[in-house]
């Protein structure tokens, strides 16, 4: 069977990250999997751990890990044909050892994108509690304010996630992906990329793929 190529991409709220997995997984053929999709999937079915998470994300918090680990891992284990980038998990030390234990990671991509360039992306964020949908007002706006896209119900906001808070969300990514980062270093798969343009980033994220995804993996997920 041919090499199958697992990769994580972490980077701070308003990084790019999205778009940049969706760029790798049309350019490679790897699946694009996203933890807040997820979770999100978990929320519109109603099963036990959707409506836990909802708790979480009605607050503006990060899912428990034991949540995150028992939606994501068996989806994982399932894949054992596929390519995958996953997005948005690990998010804690915890998780990445959990993920650790069921799958090796060929490679990890880390935005590295300056403070400033975060700041002026994102600003206030909004939440529809019935689906787990995120919106960031300066970066990722509703279509029409206020309301959610798909259902027009409306959006919440709290008080307490006005743009001086969103200094302590980036403070708690930092915190949280440090540990992770180093954890990915040791292990030689670590690759950070910095800039304040996803545009510019993109051609050596690029580059360094095409070096890294055996072209056999490739052939492999598009005939699946
Ligand atoms: P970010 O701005 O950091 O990308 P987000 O607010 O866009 O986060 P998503 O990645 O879309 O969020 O996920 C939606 C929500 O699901 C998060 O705000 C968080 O509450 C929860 N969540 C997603 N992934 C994880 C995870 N790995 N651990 C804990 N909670 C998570
Ligand atoms: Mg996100």
Redesign the pocket.
Known sequence: MAKLFRAVIM?????G??TISERIAQRFGLTHL???????ENIAANTDAGVL?KT??ER??????H??TRL?LPRLEEMTRHSWLM??????LA?AKALNSTCDLDLVISLNIPYETLKDR?SD?WIHPAS???Y?MGF?PPRVQGRDDISGEPLIHHDDDKPEALVA?LRQ?KDLAKPIINLYKSKGILHTFSGTDTDRIWPYINSLLSTKIPSTSQTDTQRI
């Open positions: 980077g701070p709220p308003g990084s990250k999205g996203s933890s807040g999709d997820f979770v999100r998470a979480y994300i503006g918090l990060l899912v428990p890990d949540v995150m994501l997005d948005g998990f690990p998010r804690t998780q994102l964020r787990g949908r995120v960031n990722n969300r990514y």
